[in-house]
């Protein structure tokens, strides 16, 4: 009898040891399951779809696609970024003082609620090129980065299209007139 309470102890000790080691060890991570909590951010949430810039010889022109939020979030963009231009800023068309819509700098950037998507339109939200490097013609592409508020950024690339409609035009202090045929 007495060889087995030695037996039982040891046994019992084993199986603590194994708990309590069990207790301690990291969980294990599942690549598959997306970035960790800390590695979030409002880019990696944040996907840009059907995106197009119109076509133009020089000046300026504008980008357009469906920007959607599938984090649980709202994210905010704060600028845009292309080689394409000199200039790229963050436009949204409102009407003026004398009814006139015209097209301007957002303050504050888009603010896009968790879950949704923010469709960028000709004579609605859009990304402004101005100043452009070079004529942008049919079938070309353009690549882009997005700014976000916190800090994050997210690469797309647009394909360039022939749009007869939006034919923006300056007017005022950095206002624009939504001349043309939109």
């Known amino acids: 009898m007495t060889n087995r309470t030695p037996r039982l102890l040891t046994a019992g000790a084993i199986a603590t040891a194994l708990a309590l080691l069990a207790g301690c060890a990291a969980p294990a991570q ?3 399951a997306g970035p960790t909590a800390e590695a979030v ?17 020089g000046g300026m022109t504008a980008a357009f696609g469906i920007i959607s939020n599938m984090g649980e979030i709202e994210v905010n963009v704060v600028g845009v ?9 963050l436009h949204e068309t409102v009407e003026d003082d004398t009814g006139t819509m015209v097209m ?9 609620p968790a879950g949704t998507d923010f469709p960028l339109e000709p004579a609605a939200n859009h990304l402004m090129l101005m100043e452009l490097a070079g004529p942008l013609a049919t079938g070309e592409e353009a ?19 022939d749009y007869s409609g939006a034919n923006e035009n300056y007017v005022g202090d950095g206002d624009m007139d939504m001349g043309g045929d939109d």
């Not at 951010?41 to 010889?57: F, L, M, P, R």
């Not at 970024?81 to 800023?89: F, I, L, N, P, R």
């Not at 700098?105 to 603010?111: D, H, L, R, Y």
């Open 30 to 32: 599942n690549p598959a």
């Open 41 to 57: 951010t409002q880019a990696s949430t944040v996907t840009v779809d059907d995106a197009w810039v119109k076509t133009a010889e």
């Open 81 to 89: 970024t292309t080689d394409a231009a000199s200039v790229a800023e």
């Open 104 to 112: 301007r700098p957002i303050e504050g950037g888009f603010v896009i």
């Open 143 to 161: 690549d882009f980065t997005l700014e976000f508020a916190d800090g994050s950024t997210l690469e797309f690339t647009a394909v360039v299209k």
